[in-house]
């Protein structure tokens, strides 16, 4: 089942905003293969951060994912009105039927 | 520059077979995985399945055997077939790279199913 995030997160720019990503032992908790996407409306999910920590060439340093147990972790630091967005997470679930999941997404918004 | 571009109806009939491609250019369907995913409008994201060439295809069985996905290495495209859809199938539905971490993804293609 899909990964719980909190519905909603606010920020003022210049602040840091952490979005959690809830999964379980066989899923989040048992592989380091979590993702965050950021999706702007209208337009296509962008990879920001995958294997929990990694960033792909091209995303801000702002941008940065750790994990704990079966929860995962997006912090926004020095917020800016352009990441006002839509956030999943996503995460490996191993050889089984359905073997990748994402979260239920996170509006974030910048006040 | 990886690029990926859906194409396909943009409705289809209840009941019907609907079928997308997905063009991939700067890299080679034969190298990857490759997948699609589909978003109902102000909902999360879906995994639908993905391909890794002449290895293994892997489905959401939420789909009930309705889904299958293949490639084309002489045009570097792959296709989603899903059939006897529904209302419920009503969506935007994306093509990416990669499986765990989908990196490239297409812009989209917007499927309404409706008689």
């Known amino acids: 089942s899909a990964l719980t995030q909190p519905p909603s997160a606010s920020g003022s720019p210049g602040q840091s905003v952490l979005i959690s990503c809830t999964g379980t032992s066989t899923d989040v908790g048992a592989y380091e293969y979590v993702s965050w996407y950021r999706q702007y409306p209208g337009q296509a999910p962008q990879l920001l951060i995958f294997e929990v920590t990694k960033r792909p060439s091209g995303v801000p340093g702002r941008f940065s994912g750790s994990k704990s147990g079966n929860t995962a972790s997006l912090t926004v630091s020095g917020l800016q009105v352009e990441d006002e967005a839509d956030y999943y997470c996503?995460?490996?679930?191993?050889?089984?039927?359905?073997?990748?999941?994402f979260g239920t997404g996170t509006k974030l918004t910048v006040l | 520059q990886v690029q990926l571009q859906e194409s396909g109806p943009g409705q289809v009939k209840p009941s019907e077979t609907l079928s997308l491609t997905c063009s991939v250019s700067?890299?080679?369907?034969?190298?990857?995985?490759w997948s699609w995913i589909r978003q109902v409008p102000g909902k999360e994201l879906e995994w639908l399945g993905f391909f890794y060439h002449g290895e293994s295809t892997k489905y959401n069985p939420s789909l009930k055997g309705r889904l299958s996905i293949s490639g084309d290495t002489s045009k570097n495209q792959f296709s989603l077939t899903l059939t006897s859809v529904t209302a419920a199938d009503t969506a935007m539905y994306y093509c990416?790279?990669?499986?765990?971490?989908?990196?490239?993804w297409g812009q989209g293609t917007q499927v309404t199913v409706s008689s």
């Open positions: 996503s995460s490996y679930a191993g050889n089984v039927d359905v073997p990748f999941v």
């Open positions: 700067g890299a080679s369907i034969s190298t990857y995985y």
């Open positions: 990416a790279r990669g499986f765990s971490s989908p990196d490239y």
